[in-house]
């Protein structure tokens, strides 16, 4: 019998079209027009940050994180983040989370931002951005942009619009 235990990975290149169809599934064609996605537009996640879950060979979870800029401070926007509806509710979006904010911090990254809702990413320690200090492009509700600092204090001071990092935008 196959080993069915999860394992979560580095997302590989090779990855790309099976993390799109289960966008598509989980988020449908709305998704273009959301605020996170106008980002990722024009800059490529960074694939040594964005993992996948697997059980055996079958893909059911990702999450990316792309580079942006708060203002003038250099952040990482988390997301999307995705399971498969049946694995739902077990761990597994909480797997993808923890592996993908140690590994951030580990590569020096000071701050994540996301936007989802807070009940869910507030127990991995995600926290609301007070109302009017960070504004991104296209609709968004303000209440659903959170933030985790990955050092002590990192978002002290930080506002601004958030946008691309264009040091990072594919050419």
Request: glycine share 12%.
């Amino acid at each position: 019998m196959n080993d069915l235990s999860l394992t979560i990975l580095p997302e590989a290149a090779g990855d790309a079209q099976a993390i799109e169809r289960l966008h598509e599934r989980t988020f449908g064609p709305g998704r273009f027009v959301l605020s996170a996605y106008r980002i990722r537009e024009h800059v490529d996640h960074l694939l040594e940050l964005s993992y996948t879950a697997r059980v055996g060979t079958l893909l059911i979870g990702s999450v990316r994180q792309l580079p942006v800029l708060i203002g003038e401070t250099p952040a990482l926007l988390l997301g999307p983040l995705t399971v498969e509806p049946p694995f739902r509710g077990r761990g597994v979006g909480r797997l993808l989370m923890d592996r993908a904010l140690k590994d951030a911090k580990a590569a020096g990254h000071r701050l994540v931002l996301l936007v989802g809702d807070e009940p869910y990413y507030s127990r991995v320690g995600f926290k609301p951005v007070p109302k009017g200090r960070v504004t991104m492009p296209g609709p968004v509700d303000a209440a659903r942009i959170l933030v985790f600092e990955l050092v002590d204090g990192a978002f002290e001071g930080v506002s601004g619009p958030v946008g691309p990092d264009w040091s990072k935008a594919r050419g």
